[in-house]
């Protein structure tokens, strides 16, 4: 099994994984041998097995009003965007509880717990957390980074504010915007506080646009590619013939 997302080299394998949405066998087409299966799409986005778990549950509370936000824009975020993205939560003046996701090896991080203090929204810091689909489920709404996390939320249906933080994470971030799963605020290197009020403002109070956007990410992932791609790593592995 190989894993791929940029489908810009060849490969040796007999399963290639490429979860990007919009993404085709076609695009592999002379990457690979005629042997090898390729499964593309967030269907076979490998989640464990938690976010298809809480699933229900998370769509069942997608209606509720918009009182709690989840910050996620990378591990280690090396270019302190969740910094900028708190000080647009503070000027957006919203009732909003905020919990924000780091690493411990984060190099920003002291500068994220000084700046979460001063918050005028109650503001917690997890680090290293180790229940994704809790946190989630208890969200109304994300900001949140257009890579891996993005098939998370839209298992989860989490309406997200997405930004790119990575060249890889463009096509991700388009193409959710397409399926009307998201709003992007673009590249992080052009990030202020001032767009990110203004997005945020416009979705936390909008709540039929942010139960669209719900319904619209559930359809992208529903947590159970893991599942699909063992299915066919056993078949491959057996020797059972073609797809």
């Known amino acids: 099994l190989v894993i791929d997302d940029l489908a810009d080299r060849r490969h040796d394998a007999d399963v290639l994984l490429d979860p990007t949405l919009g993404r085709s066998a076609a695009d592999y087409a002379a990457l690979v041998s005629d042997r090898c299966e390729v499964l593309t799409g967030p269907r ?3 989640l464990r097995s938690e976010f298809a778990a809480a ?25 302190n965007l969740t910094e900028t993205v708190l000080e647009g939560i503070a000027a957006s003046g919203l009732a909003l509880a905020v919990d924000v996701v780091l690493g411990s090896s984060a190099p920003h991080l002291s500068r994220v717990l000084a700046r979460a203090q001063a918050m005028p929204q109650p503001t917690r810091v997890l680090v290293d957390a180790g229940d994704m689909a809790a946190l989630m489920t208890a969200a109304d709404l994300a900001i949140g980074a257009a890579g891996g996390t993005a098939w998370e939320r839209c298992c989860l ?15 991700i971030s388009d193409a959710l915007v397409r399926a009307g799963a998201v709003e992007s605020l673009g590249s992080g290197a052009g990030l202020t506080p001032e767009a990110v009020c203004a997005a945020l403002v416009r979705l936390a109070t909008d709540s039929k646009k942010r139960l669209r956007m719900a319904r619209d990410a559930a359809t992208v992932c529903d947590g159970r590619g893991a599942d699909r791609v063992l299915r066919v790593l056993m078949r491959v592995c057996e020797g059972a013939g073609g797809p």
């Open 55 to 79: 699933r229900a549950a998370a769509l069942d509370a997608r209606d509720r009003a918009c009182g709690r936000l989840l910050v996620t824009l990378g591990v280690t975020d090396p270019g």
């Open 44 to 46: 076979y986005a490998l």
């Open 157 to 171: 249906g989490l309406a997200s504010i997405t930004v790119t933080v990575a060249e890889n994470q463009r096509p």
